[in-house]
């Protein structure tokens, strides 16, 4: 079982910067994979980033590739995502998501524990 609680979102103006955080307990998340998702008003939960367990294995969405960065501290039991460059359509609630496996996931059918989300708001 793992819980997961994000903080860091907010208010940011357009060619910011916010760092995510994704707080998780329980013993299993050194060897899960973890996602972090986003759901704009009207809109489904679309991926954004992925993790494995070891950091070795990394996939971005298109439209965040080259201004986020997810990253892990298994010692700390911490997810993060930097995005940098925000723009007004990253706006959105961001979820931090979490399995049991070795594998790069990329679907949100493949998570299993879910935060319960942090609101990120860029004005232009």
């Known amino acids: 079982q793992v819980q997961l609680v994000e903080s860091g979102g907010g208010l940011v103006q357009a060619g910011g910067s916010l760092r995510l955080s994704c707080a998780a307990s329980g013993r299993t998340f050194s060897s899960s994979t973890m996602g972090w998702f986003r759901q704009a008003p009207g809109k489904e939960r679309e991926f954004v980033a992925a993790i494995t367990w070891s950091g070795s294995s990394i996939y971005y969405a298109d439209s965040v590739k080259g201004r986020f960065t997810i990253s892990r501290d298994n010692a700390k039991n911490t997810g993060y995502l930097q995005m940098d460059s925000l723009k007004p359509e990253d706006t959105a609630v961001y979820y931090c998501?979490?399995?049991?496996?070795?594998?790069?996931?990329?679907?949100?059918?493949?998570?299993?524990?879910w935060g319960q989300g942090t609101q990120v708001t860029v004005s232009s």
């Open positions: 998501a979490a399995v049991a496996s070795y594998r790069i996931l990329l679907r949100r059918q493949d998570y299993v524990y």
